[in-house]
């Protein structure tokens, strides 16, 4: 349209009438408008230049940052997946992690109170077998203790049935021996075989007591047995067998009294016609048995202890001398 006011001011023609305005004034105008037209028209053309310069150069400096926000964006948008990725990722492996714990935690617990439970099934079946222990124990020693006492009443027994040695008759004479006894005289008794050794005799009885109860055998298994204080009936008893070894003793020492024969006026005859017969004393036996004995149930706590702890009699009692 511009364009077209140009042409129309330079083109067109104003008639002429009377009481008009000046043509040379009109053209001025006319021509000051044209030229300021122009010069406006100059100066749009060269601001739109320029700003479409500017535009341009913008355009080129805004699209690397459009273009790198658009890919931050777009990291932005990846990064955040990922975060979330991974924090769904971390609360599933806490999740997981706690239930594997919790799981740690109840198979220690559980193993724990199937160990102990072992534990204490152990160690009940250990006092069982202690208390068993102490029951066959017990029997062991009650049965030591009965054959002690009958032993003891043996041994009584024969010391209070021992009866006094006849007293040893003097030498006689060699004519008196050389001399053979009548036909219608009787021999006299061998007192040499009726003289047994007091001491021998109870040993040998204690022995045949001894072998007739049987013998408690201990347990088959291999166990370690508790030691055992000695009870007030076995203290009683320590005192019996330390009462009755000092009176077996003296019965072996005091010398036996022989019976006093009255003197009769027929004593020459009755030698002639009866010759005396000598007595032979019996050798003593040996003491080592009694003396065993004695030192195997004496009175000492520790034999005591030692013949009570033995699963077998002393084998002492079984050697001859």
């Known amino acids: 349209m511009d364009g077209d006011i140009l042409h129309i001011l330079n083109d067109t023609q104003f008639g002429q009438k009377l009481r008009g305005y000046d043509p040379l004034e009109v053209d001025e105008v006319l021509d000051a408008a044209i030229e300021e037209i122009k010069t406006l028209r100059q100066q ?10 500017a535009e341009e150069q913008i355009e080129s400096e805004l699209g690397p940052a459009r273009q790198n926000r658009l890919e931050a964006e777009e990291g932005l948008a990846v990064a955040k997946e990922e975060a979330l990725s991974c924090v769904e990722n971390a609360k599933k492996e806490a999740e997981n992690l706690v239930l594997e714990t919790e799981r ?17 099934a152990a160690l009940d079946s250990d006092r069982q077998c202690m208390v068993d222990d102490m029951g066959i124990m017990e029997k062991h020693i009650e049965a030591h ?66 072998e007739e109860q049987p013998t408690p055998e201990p347990p088959a298994k ?20 330390v009462e009755v070894s ?15 024969v009255a003197p009769s006026g027929n004593a020459e005859k009755e030698e002639e016609e009866y010759p005396v017969t000598e007595v032979v004393a ?32 002393p084998s002492s009692l079984f050697r001859r001398g």
Do not use: W, Y
Request: no cysteine; charged share 40%.
């Open 282 to 313: 019996a050798t003593p036996p040996p003491t080592e048995l009694l003396d065993e004995l004695r030192q195997s149930v004496g009175g000492d706590g520790e034999a005591m202890d030692a013949f009570f702890d033995d699963d077998e009699p």
């Open 222 to 241: 291999e166990r370690r047995e508790p030691v055992f204080s000695a009870t007030p009936e076995v203290a009683a008893e320590e005192k019996t067998l």
């Open 246 to 260: 000092p009176v077996v003793e003296e019965e072996r020492e005091e010398p036996l009294e022989e019976p006093e």
């Open 44 to 53: 749009a053309k060269a601001a739109t230049d320029r700003a479409t310069r």
């Open 104 to 120: 740690e935690v109840r198979q220690a617990v559980e193993e724990g109170r199937v160990k102990m439970l072992a534990e204490m």
């Open 145 to 210: 203790r009965k054959r002690l006492r009958s032993a003891l009443m043996d041994l009584e027994t024969l010391v209070g049935g021992i009866e006094a040695r006849p007293e040893q008759a003097p030498a006689p004479s060699s004519a008196v021996i050389d001399e053979e006894p009548p036909a219608d005289s009787k021999p006299l008794p061998q007192v040499e075989e009726e003289l047994v050794a007091p001491e021998e005799v109870v040993v040998e009885k204690i022995v045949e007591v001894l």
